[in-house]
């Protein structure tokens, strides 16, 4: 297998791409080129360059005379992030249920049965998560939406990251439960199931964060906005 070679813009993207997805560069924050390109060992236009596909990903945010900043999270933007995966989720769930055979269906079962022994692991069960949905988007074959998909799916990783030990800790063995009950929807061949099944599993998730942040447990305040 020959290896892949990354450009030195490729590398700087995916660096701090990761780092805002895992915290360490938290919502808000000041990303100054300068710093960054020393920091880095680089010159200010790999920086600059990243900074811009972030701002057009929708990790950072950038304003005349402020800067960039990595984009805040809002009551909005979390219903925003399970608004698209539900709909990319059921655009490739109802196309992937119709082409599905046995074979693809038993690879299903076995991916959902590994992320049952990593639900200990809330970083390796996200990953074999997204490998899940990745799947039934490959078994669909609907490679713009995976796109899209994949995104989104890096804005919910950062989103369950900075809520791991309120929410998301507490939701793997729920997501656990339905995500059989979506193997056995994609069983049963009938796609309007499988949508049915999509919708209830994303609005069990989306409500478990929206309960979270209207609790008295929820007085974070993040880039000046309380959630």
């Not at 799916?153 to 439960?177: C, G, N, P, T």
Request: aromatic share 6%; proline share 3%; net charge negative.
């Amino acid at each position: 297998m020959r290896p892949v070679f990354r450009s030195k813009n490729e590398a700087v993207h995916d660096l701090l791409r990761q780092s805002i997805i895992q915290g360490v560069f938290q919502p808000g924050q000041r990303l100054v080129i300068d710093d960054l390109a020393l920091q880095m060992g680089v010159s200010a236009i790999p920086i600059r360059e990243s900074l811009r596909q972030l701002e057009a990903d929708g990790f950072v945010t950038i304003e005349p005379y402020v800067g960039a900043t990595v984009t805040g999270l809002t009551t909005d933007s979390v219903y925003e992030i399970f608004a698209l995966l539900e709909a990319l989720e059921v655009i490739c769930g109802r196309i992937a249920c119709a082409k599905m055979n046995d074979s693809d269906l038993a690879a299903l079962a076995e991916m959902i049965q590994r992320m049952e022994a990593s639900v200990g692991d809330p970083d390796d069960w996200t990953q074999k998560n997204k490998a899940m949905h990745e799947f039934i988007c490959d078994q669909a074959g609907t490679a713009l939406a995976k796109k899209m998909l994949q995104k989104v799916m890096d804005h919910w990783d950062r989103l369950r990251r900075y809520y791991l030990k309120d929410v998301f800790a507490h939701r793997i063995h729920s997501a656990q439960e339905e995500h059989v009950r979506i193997l056995d929807a994609f069983r049963s061949r009938d796609p309007n199931t499988v949508e049915r099944v999509i919708r209830q599993h994303n609005q069990s998730a989306l409500n478990a964060y929206l309960d979270y942040l209207k609790s008295d447990k929820s007085s974070t305040a993040i880039n000046g906005a309380a959630l």
